[in-house]
Each structure stands twice: as C-alpha cells, then as structure tokens.
C-alpha cells in the first residue's frame, strides 16, 4: 500500500495545482461592463461611475463600453440591448424608473446589474447603490461653522432628493457641532446643471448674508469668486476640477472605484447578489473622502484641522456615526 501513496500524492497535487490555475484564470479573464448614463459623462455624478470604470478598463480587469444622454424615455431599450449582447455586468441609474428596471433584471438573471437606485436591491441581480459621502460633508461643516464670521451659510443644490438632503444635514450638523448659533439659507434650483440658475441663487444667499457657500451644484464657485468668499465643494475636487482655486476651502469628495472592484469580483467568482452597496461609497471603504486644503491650508486654524482629523479618525474606527438624514432641510434665515 505504501508504494501507492507517491502516486496518490502526486496525483492530489495535480489536481490541486489545475484547480488554483483555473481560479488564477478566472480572475484574470476579463468581463464584459457596459455604463449607461443619463448625462453627459462630462457631468460629474456619471463621471465618477466612469472613472471607476475606466480604472478597472486600464488594469485589464473589463472590457468597457458606454452610452451616455441617455433619456429615461429610451433607458430601458438601451438596458436590454447591453443585456442581450453578451456584457456580464451593467452599470447605471434607475432613479424614477426601478419598476421597469427591476423587470429588465428578472428578465436577464446571468446579467449583472449595479444600479444607481433610491429604493433597494431586488433579488436576485440587482444591487443598487447611491452617494454616501455625509461623511467628510460632516467633516466640512465643522471647518465651515468655524470660518464664517457672519454666523450664516448659504447652501445651493439642485433637488431636495435624498441623495442630497442627506449631504446638506451631515453639512450642518458638522457645522452646529463648533458653532450653535450657525444659521443656513437653503435653496434648490430644479435642476442638475443650470450654472446661471445656480449662481443666482448663491448671489441672494450672499445678500442675504451668507459669507460661506456649500457648492452641491455648479455655479456657486463663480458666484463665491464674484463675492470674494469662500465656498465648499461636492462630489469631485472643485478647487482644480471646477475652477475653485483661492476660492474651494476643500471638498466632500465620491468614489466609486472600491464598489465596481467589489461587483466585479462578485461577478468573475460566479456570486454575485442583490445587495446594497452604501457600505462601498463612504470613507471607511475607500468610497469618500475629504479633498486636501491647496492654499487654505495655512489659512484653517491649528485647532479647526485637529477636531477635523481627530472626527475623521473617529468615523474610520466607527466610533462616530454621521446621521443618515434625507428629509429636506430648512433655512434659519
């Protein structure tokens, strides 16, 4: 019997070597991604999608095609179309159209779906995702709330939508945790892009009082130019993306990189699910940040940039939880 073992060992370490071949194989085999956005990729609620996207393209993980304007009217026509050319994994937005997306997943069960979506995921393919960067918005608050000198902050979005509320009360809660008789006007221009619209709306918050801006949408940066004050950024870095130099103190900035990693290893390991991937867009993953200081590094006080590192170490061990809140928020003057 014991001559037989060399060969049964032999033989057991073959198999074992094929198995994690065939493993190392299916991790490096690239997969199909398609994109689908509703916006110009330009606009930079997609374009963070997209990065993440083109990131995953260039480490030779995917290979990835796009269509970008896509109306909701024609979404899910494009939606079944990448679904029946052979893509294993579809990335996009399902905002004011879930139940017919939801459809369109049933319908392919070996697609992969990772949709931007308010409500949740849907067994078994559907998994949603949104922008949780309350976080370092919280972070910001506390920097704002110690810089304004007037006590009064305007704050500018496009929809009182949740993904936006969500970012204005951790903005001000961030902002009455150093300063409690900090007042915030909010407004909403009913719009994702209409700059001219914006910057209206940033003039009146100034008149009105206003010395700090939160930038949600373009425009406000020029207008806090104009007005020779100092604004904060959302989503990507305003200070070099948007022109904010001497103007953009730091932003609250998303990245969707961690949560297409996480989808896409999910799909080359064959278990992929419907789940929601909030967890991937904040800090502690990777999926949010705080954008560095540029040249108002000098300018924050000493103390200020302390309780900020010392919050942000707090949220990374989870030891601080920045309330989730998407109820529209109100002005106080």
């Not at 073959?14 to 606009?43: C, H, N, R």
């Not at 026509?77 to 459809?103: C, D, M």
């Amino acid at each position: 019997m014991k001559r037989f073992l060399p060969v049964i060992c032999k033989s057991l370490s073959l198999v074992l070597l094929f198995s994690v071949l065939a493993m190392g194989s299916a991790f490096a085999e690239k997969i199909k991604v398609s994109g689908i956005y509703t916006q110009p990729i330009q606009q930079k609620w997609d374009a963070v999608q997209h990065k993440g996207l083109l990131k995953a393209q260039a480490a030779g993980d995917i290979d990835y095609v796009y269509s970008g304007k896509v109306a909701n009217t024609d979404y899910i026509r494009v939606l079944r179309e990448y679904a029946e050319s052979g893509v294993k994994l579809i990335v996009g937005e399902a905002f004011g159209i879930s139940r017919e997306a939801h459809k369109v997943a049933k319908d392919y069960p070996n697609v992969a779906f990772l949709m931007g979506d308010s409500f949740g995921p849907v067994k078994n393919n559907f998994a949603v995702f949104d922008n949780y960067i309350h976080e370092p918005c919280y972070l910001m608050g506390i920097i704002a709330g110690s810089m304004t000198k007037t006590g009064k902050i305007g704050m500018v979005g496009g929809y009182p939508i949740g993904e936006v509320n969500r970012l204005f009360n951790a903005f001000m809660t961030g902002a009455r945790s150093v300063n409690p008789m900090v007042e915030f006007k909010v407004s909403f221009i009913g719009s994702w892009y209409d700059p001219p619209k914006a910057k209206e709306f940033a003039f009146a918050q100034v008149e009105a009082g206003g010395d700090v801006l939160y930038a949600e949408r373009a425009g406000v940066v020029d207008a806090a130019r104009q007005q020779g004050i100092i604004a904060f950024g959302n989503v990507n870095d305003m200070n070099k993306e948007e022109n904010g130099k001497d103007v953009v103190v730091t932003s609250a900035m998303w990245h969707m990189e961690a949560a297409i990693a996480h989808a896409i290893e999910r799909v080359k390991k064959g278990d992929f699910k419907a789940e929601d991937y909030r967890e991937w867009t904040m800090m502690a993953k990777g999926g949010a940040s705080l954008a560095p200081y540029y040249e108002f590094d000098a300018k924050i006080p000493v103390e200020v940039k302390t309780k900020v590192e010392l919050a942000k170490s707090h949220i990374l061990a989870g030891t601080l939880i920045v309330p989730i809140n998407d109820d529209e928020p109100k002005s106080t003057y």
